[in-house]
Structure formats: C-alpha cells, structure tokens
C-alpha cells in the first residue's frame, strides 16, 4: 500500500505555523512552554526551532529563570523586522499604504491622493504601487488591499461601493495579474477590527464587536479571531441600522441611518449649522453647543449598540471614533446602549472607547500574516 509522501511534511509545516502563531502572540517564550501549550512532542517543537534559527527568523534570549529545578528554559522571540506584510488602503481619492512588521510595528508609510472615481484607472495605480512596494521590501509575506464597500473577500470581488462609486468590479483578477506575491482583499472596516481585536488582547474564544466611524460608519463582528462576513458579506454595517425613522437621507437612499446622523459629515454639517464655522475640534467658543451635538450623537449611536448587544450579544465593543476624547459623546453612549438593551445582556457586555484610532492598513497587513498562519490540507 502506498504512503503520500506529503503528509509528514504537510503537518510539519502545519506545527510550525502554528509554532509562528504563539510566538507572535506570546513575543517571548520557550521551548517547553510552546510544548505544552499546542500539545506537540518537545522533539517536535526542537526541531522547528531549531529551522527557524538556521532562518535567522528567531533569536535565542538566554536562561529563563525557574524556581523548579531542572534544565532551564531558554527564552525566544521572534526577530519581527524579518517577516514584513503590507497593507494597502483605499479611501474616497485617497491610498494610504503601511509596511508594518510580524508585530504590527509600522516600519514605512504613505498617503497618496488619486482620482478613485474609475475602478480600471485605480487598479491600474494600485498594481504599480505593488510593484513598488515588492521592489523596495522583497521580503513581504504579501499584500493586504481593502476598499470601503461590499467586498466578497473569497472572489476578491467589490459587488457595491457608494463612497467609491463602484458597482460590480472584479478587484483581484486585475490585481493577481501583475502581483506575484499573495493578495488578500478585504473591506476596510473588517480589516481594521482584526487589530483592533488584537491590541485590546481580547480573548479569541469570545465574540467582539468593532465600530468605526469615520467618513462612514462599519462594523465587524470577530468571532474566534475570525471576521464573520455574513451570507452577502454585509454583516456588521451598523452605519445603516435606523435609528431616527424619516430621518436625513444617508447615502444608500434610506432616511434615518445612523451613517446619515453620527458619521463625521453629518456631525460637521449639525455643527455648521448651529454655528457657522463652529467645530468638535475646538468647542472653546461654544462648549454648550457642542455637548449638545455630541451627546445627541451618543444618544444615537447608543440606540444602535443596543441593538448589536441583542443580536449579537458580543463580549466586547470596540467604539473607533473621533469624539471618544469627549466625555459627553462617550456618556451618552453608555447611558442609551445600557437603557435600550436588556439589563442582564448590558451588564456582560464592555463598551471601550479607545483614544488611539486603528488604521485599517494595519489592519490589513495583520491579515496576510494571520492568512500566511493558516493551516493547509
């Protein structure tokens, strides 16, 4: 009877990427600790040590002190700057690109302003880009781009895009054509809510629920440190949950969705309107008036998250958002979410307003390591 010849190397190298998933996760560990915790023989874990040493993609710490005696344990780490991944963000005629490291540490980037208005023109500028990028850092693991809109990450396809104004556009044909490393496409939003997830050090066996508002409003639900898309790829879009029936018209027609009421557009005009030139940034010359905007956007965005905790019953929101510096927005938040939910479900769930805002080109060249991590087979 015949063996395939593959399978001791295919698990080999399924251990070893999962021996590269605890030494991101952990930074510094040793040999016997990896053992233990993903259950492999300590031979097992030796011998892919001892390959990505001769690699150079790990170093050796020294000595760990231990009250047991015995061998001491050697700590090691990963040599981040190594193993690079880029991400590559589009925006309404705007690309921003970052090169970060194995542990999400930026090591290059930049904002470039284009016309995004033509899909064939901007593919055409983004594979250039690529090109650039493969050039000048040629030990990438590969390229994240996301795009705002309904993005099927499987096909790599754009099926509706209103702040781009794409409709039905096959984004990873064209791409693929003229990028000879791996290409993961992805929705900016859902990309973002990776990092998110993992810089807050969320625990991957809980749901988490990520917001950000910006020049529109998305969300992501990461469930088991995957990103849930949902049977059309729309689940989270949160920005399009009505919250004031008859309301302004948001972009996608509707009347009353909260993009329409609480993305940074519609507060500057809500503002603007109160008092011309009057802005969240600077609220010295009218801090009435701007409390007052800012909690009516709370009371809003509230009302929403009341929702994803019924629906969703996540163990963490993630509320990505410019006016989280104001203790108004950020009260009123609380205050509706919590009187509009359940009081059992409310309690269970926690709400954090981050200071530091996640860049979703971080988030998208976390997503090529994690898919570089992915078993095969």
Same mark, same amino acid.
């Given at each position: ?14 251990? =070893?990427? &999962? ?7 952990? &930074? ?22 001892? !390959? ?10 020294? @000595? ?7 061998? /001491? ?6 040599? /981040?700057? &190594? ?17 970060? !490291? ?35 850092? /040629? ?12 993005? !099927? @990450? ?11 104004? $794409? ?65 059309? $790829? ?45 802005? $969240? ?5 009218? @801090? ?33 958002? /410019? $006016? ?31 200071? =530091? &805002?996640? !860049? ?18």
């Amino acid at each position: 009877m015949k063996t395939n010849g593959k399978g001791p190397a295919l698990l080999r190298l399924n251990n =070893q990427k &999962r021996v590269m998933t605890q030494l991101r996760k952990l &930074r510094v560990t040793s040999r016997q600790d990896l053992a233990q915790t993903l259950a492999l023989s300590k031979n097992t874990v030796s011998l892919i040590i001892d !390959d990505l040493l001769e690699q150079q993609l790990i170093e050796e710490l020294g @000595p760990v002190s231990v009250a047991a005696a015995g061998r /001491p344990k050697i700590g090691i780490t990963l040599r /981040p700057e &190594r193993l690079k991944s880029a991400g590559v963000m589009v925006e309404r005629n705007v690309i921003h690109w970052r090169i970060c !490291d194995y542990f999400s540490q930026v090591l290059a980037e930049q904002t470039l302003r284009t016309e995004t208005r033509n899909p064939t023109r901007l593919l055409a500028e983004l594979a250039m880009l690529c090109r650039e990028l493969t050039e000048k850092h /040629p030990d990438l693991l590969g390229i994240g781009i996301g795009f705002p809109g309904i993005v !099927d @990450p499987r096909r790599g396809w754009m099926h509706l895009s209103s702040h781009l104004e $794409w409709q039905d556009v096959d984004l990873l044909t064209t791409l693929r054509k003229h990028i000879r490393l791996p290409v993961r496409i992805m929705n900016n939003v859902k990309a973002a809510a990776l990092l998110a997830v993992q810089q807050a050090g969320l625990s991957v066996e809980s749901g988490h629920f990520y917001l950000r508002i910006s020049e529109g409003i998305g969300g992501a639900l990461v469930q088991h440190g995957e990103v849930f898309t949902g049977h059309s $790829w729309t689940a989270g879009e949160a920005g399009h949950l009505i919250v004031q029936p008859g309301g302004p018209r948001c972009c996608c027609g509707r009347r009353g969705c909260l993009e329409a009421l609480v993305s940074q557009p519609a507060v500057k005009q809500q503002l603007a309107q109160r008092q011309p030139g009057l802005s $969240w940034q600077n609220r010295d010359s009218a @801090p009435r008036v701007v409390d007052e905007v800012m909690t009516q956007a709370g009371s809003y965005l509230g009302a929403a998250l009341s929702q994803i905790m019924l629906l969703l019953n996540p163990a963490t929101i993630i509320i990505d958002c /410019p $006016w989280n510096v104001s203790a108004a927005f950020c009260q009123a938040v609380r205050e509706t979410a919590n009187s509009n939910a359940l009081a059992f479900t409310a309690a269970h769930t926690q709400l954090c307003f981050p200071e =530091q &805002r996640i !860049d979703p080109a971080n988030g998208l060249a976390l997503a090529v390591i994690e898919q570089s991590e992915q078993r095969v087979g």
